[in-house]
């Protein structure tokens, strides 16, 4: 076993006296994360197929100048608002764990060697400095859940009148994900209720304790909706694209 230890404090990349899979943790984030990565970047910049009826991808929300009257017709109204959400989701205090661990095997797993061992500075430096704008973006991204939660309800009311479609329950979902990915924020806990030493010391102490343990309920599933929102507000934009291109037709159900 001593043997064994100085090997560890070797710090060789993948040292571990682990005996388990560890490294299957890091597949499904490279694989979902990385792959919504690519979809995304590729459905921003091609400005195409992203309103259908009352749909509007929430990739496009809120829809700036599609016509192009002030913008470049090379620019895509996509790359005018997806910096607020792509912002939040990056430096969410959950994808932090799982890209370092992923993206930059710092470590890849608990007790695994990763890149760079002992040179760790945590995140006082740039770029990664930028991840205390967080709380900042958590103010954005409320803004934002209140403009799709306003497209949501669009997405009820067609040409003809009121009515629902498939595309009209995709995006309600979507948005009650998106939802519960937001208010289940780590940052949005700890402004609530998170930093008080005594709530009845407080004004408004009773509503706070009960928004924060509401909030702490949310918060024990926050992985939980930042994988279930990151792929429904996915399938969300695929669906109306789709349907912007004829591929499949929306059904009413109502």
């Known amino acids: 076993m001593s043997q064994s230890r100085n090997d560890l404090q070797d710090r ?49 929300s809120p829809l700036i100048d599609a016509e192009h009257h002030w913008l470049p017709a090379w620019l895509s109204p996509a790359l005018l608002i997806l910096g607020a959400p792509l912002g939040f989701r990056t430096t969410c205090y959950y994808y932090r764990k799982a890209y ?14 990763g890149v760079g061992a002992g040179k760790y500075s945590g995140e006082r430096k740039f770029p ?9 973006f958590l103010y954005l991204a409320i803004l934002f859940i209140i403009i799709l939660a306003y497209d949501a309800v ?11 479609g498939v595309g009209s329950l ?8 998106l939802s519960c990915y937001t208010f289940s924020c780590h940052s949005l806990r700890h402004i609530i209720g998170g930093k008080l030493d005594c709530f009845s ?33 996915g ?15 929306d059904l009413r159900l109502f």
């Open 100 to 113: 370092y661990r992923a993206f930059f095997l710092s470590p890849p797993s608990c007790a695994v060697t």
């Open 12 to 60: 060789r990349f993948g040292a571990t006296f682990r005996t388990d899979s560890w490294w299957t943790e890091v597949l499904p984030v490279i694989i979902v994360f990385g792959g919504f990565g690519i979809y995304a970047t590729w459905r921003a910049f091609q400005g195409v197929s992203y309103e259908f009826g009352p749909y509007l991808s929430p990739f496009y």
């Open 154 to 164: 669009k997405a009820f009311f067609f040409a003809d009148g009121f009515g629902v």
């Open 201 to 233: 010391c407080e004004v408004a102490g009773g509503a706070r304790h009960k928004a924060w343990k509401g909030v702490s309920i949310l918060n024990e599933r926050h992985m939980l909706f930042a994988w279930a929102s990151l792929v429904s507000v």
């Open 170 to 177: 995709v995006m309600t979902v979507n948005v009650v994900l």
């Open 235 to 249: 399938l969300t934009d695929l669906y109306i694209k789709l349907l912007c291109e004829g591929t499949i037709t």
């Open 128 to 136: 990664f400095i930028l991840q205390n704008l967080h709380r900042y």
